[in-house]
């Protein structure tokens, strides 16, 4: 049976406060037949959601309490009202796959850019949001971003004329942040450079395996390198270039 944890601090169970169960309809998708549970840690006290087997104890009909590991009873957060709620279960029903969840989940128009840099980086269009944030400038700069093990950011450098740093993508350079978070952590590049992405030289593949490779030696995971490209971004990992 799967447990019912916090992403951040691994809480699970009955440190955290469950508000609310729901199973997925037909009209879900892939989803079908699987529940959810929204639920808030007492440490990080945010909302988060996790998918339920079907044959989960929380989903079962008669099931009106929460089994005996469970300290809270199944009810509704009073900083919901009715018209979030109905809200919530609306956009439930558009929900198709795992990333039209993530997508609904993460709404770049509603929050603020100081909330935005708390938000853990899920998905590859909120590093570019931050490569154009960072980068207001357009010239060309290539952005090193360090993440947590929960993809909250810890740190960035600009590199490129105007910078402290040029763009040779040297390992020194790139992992130095991540050298000083005390914890697991990765690494990610973005750049807007002029190469042809669909074609790159050898050297830009070389650099790119290089970090791998000073990543794996160092125990810092090397995650990829997006190239943007006007409004379009493309991935070395998607494109088999690392």
């Known amino acids: 049976m799967t447990e019912i944890a916090c992403l951040k601090c691994g809480k699970f169970d009955g440190e955290i406060e469950i508000l609310g169960v729901g199973e ?29 087997e079907s044959d989960h104890p929380l989903l079962k ?18 900083e919901f009202s009715t018209d979030e709620v109905i809200d919530f279960y609306r956009e439930l029903k558009d929900i198709k796959n795992i990333d039209c969840l993530l997508s609904k989940c ?29 980068n207001e400038s357009k010239n060309e700069r290539a952005l090193v971003v360090t993440l947590d ?45 002029d190469i042809n992405i669909k074609s790159p030289e050898r050297e830009e593949i070389m650099k790119v395996n290089r970090l791998r490779q000073a990543g794996a030696i160092l125990g810092i995971k090397f995650k990829d390198r997006l ?15 690392i």
């Open 24 to 52: 997925f309809t037909k009209d879900i998708g892939r989803l079908n037949g699987l529940g959810f549970v929204a639920f808030r840690c007492p440490c990080s006290r945010e909302l988060q959601y996790q998918i339920l």
């Open 61 to 78: 009909v008669d099931n009106k309490k929460l089994p005996k590991n469970f300290t809270q009873e199944l009810s509704l957060d009073s």
């Open 106 to 134: 993460y709404n770049p128009e509603k929050e603020s850019e100081r909330d935005f840099l708390k938000t853990p980086f899920y998905q590859e269009s909120q590093l570019i949001k931050l490569f154009n944030l960072i």
């Open 149 to 193: 093990r929960y993809r909250i950011l810890k740190g960035w450098k600009l590199m490129g004329p105007g910078t402290d740093y040029d763009l040779s993508l040297n390992p020194k350079e790139v992992f130095e942040q991540a050298l000083n978070v005390e914890d697991e952590c990765m690494i990610y590049i973005i750049d807007n450079l």
């Open 227 to 241: 190239h943007v490209d006007g409004n379009q971004f493309y991935s070395f990992k998607k494109l088999n270039l």
